[in-house]
């Protein structure tokens, strides 16, 4: 199940080993106390990520990163997501993220603080009535002195309450009629201490039915203020280069880099389920026999075990076409539609394979098929990326 040429270089696969063992010796354990009961993620355990380097995987060496790529943030994060989602997507909440501020130094002092783990944030883009339609934002900013006002309802803000600071996606202005309905969107920065929302800002958890780890909230805005400093330049890492579409750009191009970091984390999950529905046909017996020896359940698993490869040879590609510089919307949606459409099918088999036993919360193979389900969600769903794939192979009308 290991990584083949050309992708797997010594330095990889050590990296590789390294989240292989975290994952199984200091994650796994914890998800399978915490998940049952809905528990947070400990503080402690996203520190010793922190002391690995992780959360500056892609933040170049020169501000304190690994200086690595997307492979190797997607080689991680697969690797982490087989022990529990959760963790291997508290990751995106660094690399980067929520420095894209104008003031070059300052910029660097909060890559540094990114890489360190020390500057770990949520992104609130969605609303209650703009979650795939991005361009519907409503909340807006509004200028107040030498800064903005944010007012609005935004919706699935994950890990709000612990970051140490939130992304916003607002609208500064309407459209001109000649202009995309994203014209007008730009993101800030709402810096704020753990554990605490600032001031005008409030907010209810979401009760999700998987991804436990840490908190989904539902936040509404009533005049929260924002410097002028704290106006960004780009969202997900992105540097946010200047286009026609300002802010809502950058989002789009970040996305790729989101989209193939989640194929990796449903690979991730769906190997748990191959590697546990492994164990259990050889443990488990009927009619005097192990259910390994069942012809019909066999051939199961190996359709399970080659839609799991073919899934990380996917993302494999996908990735090192990003760290290429290749433009690959259509690529980053295939691979994002194809690897968590394949958890879906793998976690479900994986249950019946599991029989009786794969319904109860005694194993973690209904952890797994809880969260790969939500796979297929988050980050586009698979409607998005189809019509994404779509608009690119046929012409409009």
């Given at each position: ?10 330095a990889?696969l050590?990296?590789?080993?390294d ?10 354990p ?7 009961i809905?528990g947070?993620?400990?503080?402690e355990?996203?520190s ?5 380097g ?6 170049p060496?020169?501000s304190g ?8 943030y ?9 022990a ?8 995106a ?5 929520g420095t894209?501020v ?16 020390d500057w ?12 795939s339609d ?6 807006t900013a509004t200028?107040?002195g ?7 309802h ?6 709000a309450?612990?970051a ?7 609208r ?10 994203s ?18 800002m ?15 909230w ?7 203020r924002?410097?002028?400093s704290?106006?960004?330049t780009?969202l ?5 280069a ?7 750009a ?5 996305l790729?880099?989101?989209?193939v ?25 009927q ?6 020896d ?12 080659a ?6 040879a ?9 760290d ?13 539609l194809q690897?968590t ?18 319904y109860t919360?005694?194993r973690?193979?209904?952890?797994y098929w ?7 969600i988050?980050?586009?769903t ?6 994404i794939i779509s608009?690119?192979?046929l012409?409009r009308?």
């Amino acid at each position: 199940m290991d990584l083949l040429p050309p992708w797997a270089t010594p330095a990889r696969l050590a990296l590789q080993a390294d989240a292989r063992a975290f994952a199984r010796d200091a994650v796994l354990p914890v998800a399978d106390d915490l998940d049952p009961i809905k528990g947070e993620m400990p503080p402690e355990l996203v520190s010793e990520m922190a002391a690995k380097g992780w959360f500056g995987i892609t933040i170049p060496a020169a501000s304190g990163g690994l200086g690595l790529g997307v492979f190797e943030y997607s080689l991680v994060s697969e690797e982490l997501a087989r022990a529990w989602l959760s963790v291997a997507s508290i990751l995106a909440r660094g690399q980067g993220l929520g420095t894209q501020v104008t003031d070059p130094l300052r910029c660097e002092q909060l890559l540094k603080r990114s890489a360190e783990g020390d500057w770990i944030g949520s992104i609130a883009l969605s609303e209650p009535d703009a979650g795939s339609d991005l361009a519907g934002v409503a909340t807006t900013a509004t200028r107040a002195g030498d800064g903005w006002v944010l007012t609005g309802h935004k919706r699935w803000a994950g890990n709000a309450l612990a970051a140490d600071f939130i992304e916003v996606l607002a609208r500064v202005r309407e459209p001109a009629p000649d202009e995309p309905r994203s014209a007008g969107l730009e993101p800030f920065l709402v810096v704020k201490e753990r554990g605490r929302f600032p001031e005008g800002m409030t907010g209810t958890t979401i009760d999700k039915i998987g991804y436990h780890g840490f908190l989904t909230w539902d936040l509404l805005l009533d005049g929260v203020r924002v410097p002028d400093s704290d106006r960004l330049t780009g969202l997900y890492g992105d540097s946010g280069a200047a286009d026609d579409e300002g802010g809502f750009a950058s989002v789009q191009r970040g996305l790729n880099i989101a989209r193939v970091h989640t194929a990796a984390r449903a690979v991730g999950v769906a190997r748990a389920a191959l590697e546990d529905t492994t164990a259990y046909l050889q443990e488990r017996e009927q009619f005097g026999h192990p259910i390994a020896d069942f012809q019909a359940l066999r051939f199961a698993l190996a359709d399970m075990a080659a839609d799991v490869a073919q899934g990380r040879a996917m993302w494999c590609q996908v990735a090192h076409l990003l760290d290429e510089g290749v433009p690959c919307e259509s690529e980053a949606a295939m691979v994002k539609l194809q690897c968590t459409e394949m958890a879906v099918r793998v976690t479900n088999q994986a249950m019946q394979l599991h029989g009786g036993n794969g319904y109860t919360t005694e194993r973690r193979v209904e952890r797994y098929w809880r969260d790969a389900r939500l796979t297929t969600i988050f980050e586009g769903t698979s409607e998005i990326q189809r019509r994404i794939i779509s608009d690119r192979l046929l012409p409009r009308s």
